[in-house]
């Protein structure tokens, strides 16, 4: 996931680095699971194995939060939640708008992780005046045209977008004008922010070009090298490659239809 211009949160001017809060939520991921087994304590290597880092790396990220675990015994599980809840935000309540109610806007609304982090979906917007009023996950769409006063009403400061990417950048444009100062982006696009707002992009079509890359690397290395001389050894031409790589919003392939 990348990361666009960014304001200053809290936990910066307490001189937390930018490494150590994108690993806290991958902490309290392993934290909840932990919690919901009733386990009271994890020691730093146990932790560090369920969250996918090394115990050092660990021990250190938790010394910013200024908690240091017991010789002997380990972390405390309910208080380590609570500390990274309260460091993340997570201890009030988040009201967050998705624009673009297509399918993936949909299953963002059905997603039911959003309430219990923190995050409650205030409103549902799309510009199709065919979908106004109509139910997702309980809550009636609304159109865009209503987009500016749904955000002062209910102090939304946290905007989702998941439009196609040609109206990425103009409902950016209007949230950010409406007083939104995060936006986390599914549409296939990069977009253009002012300094003060935190933009962090979701762009599956790269995660799976990325994991392709992995298993093609995989499938040569099981059959060794093509001879040379042999079709498969021949580069490709700049022309293939140049196909390969433009998609139709650019140089990658859109995510899916929003």
Sequence with gaps: MATGRTHRPATRSRGIPEATVARLPLYLRALTALSERSVPTVSSEELAAAAGVNSAKLRKDFSYLGSYGTRGVGYDVEYLVYQISRELGLT??????????????????????????????AALIDADPAMAGKPVAGIPVQHTDELEQIIRDNGVSIGVIATPAGAAQQVCERLVAAGVTSILNFAPTVLSVPDGVDVRKVDLSIELQILAFHEQRKAGEETGPAPEGSPAAAPASAAAVATERKGPDGDVPAVMPA
Excluded: E, K, M, T
């Design 92 to 121: 009030q309540d988040w009201p967050v708008v998705i624009v673009g109610i297509g399918n993936l806007g949909a299953a963002l609304a059905n997603y039911g992780g959003f309430a219990s982090r923190g995050f409650r979906v």
